[in-house]
């Protein structure tokens, strides 16, 4: 049974940094792509950020520059560097592994 848990979330106030992390199991971690989506009170889920098997990532515009994505293949987790934060980052954020599995969420809220 395949599961994500996410961590790291909390309150910081603008301009500050947060790491998620997520570790999976339940899989060979190292096969498959991760992703970082989010969704802020009243608005739909968005995609932030993906990583690949090989490493290789890509942002979402509204992140691109500020947030990176980074995987470590011996501890099947993925994480999220957020940096520069704005409080339009606030919300929940998801990892997930391919299209089918999501975690729980964490929570981030962005102070201004």
């Known amino acids: 049974q395949v599961r994500l848990v996410e961590s790291g979330g909390g309150l910081v106030q603008a301009g500050g940094s947060l790491r998620l992390s997520c570790e999976m199991s339940?899989?060979?971690?190292?096969?498959?792509?991760m992703g970082w989506w989010r969704q802020a009170p009243g608005k739909q889920r968005e995609w932030v950020a993906a990583i690949t098997t090989g490493g290789s990532t890509n942002y979402a515009d509204s992140v691109k520059g500020r947030f990176t994505a980074a995987r470590d293949n011996a501890k099947n987790t993925v994480y999220l560097q957020m940096d520069s934060l704005k409080p339009e980052d606030t919300g929940v954020y998801y990892c997930?592994?391919?299209?089918?599995?999501w975690g729980q969420g964490t929570q981030v809220t962005v102070s201004s």
């Open positions: 997930t592994m391919g299209s089918d599995y």
């Open positions: 339940g899989r060979i971690f190292s096969a498959y792509a």
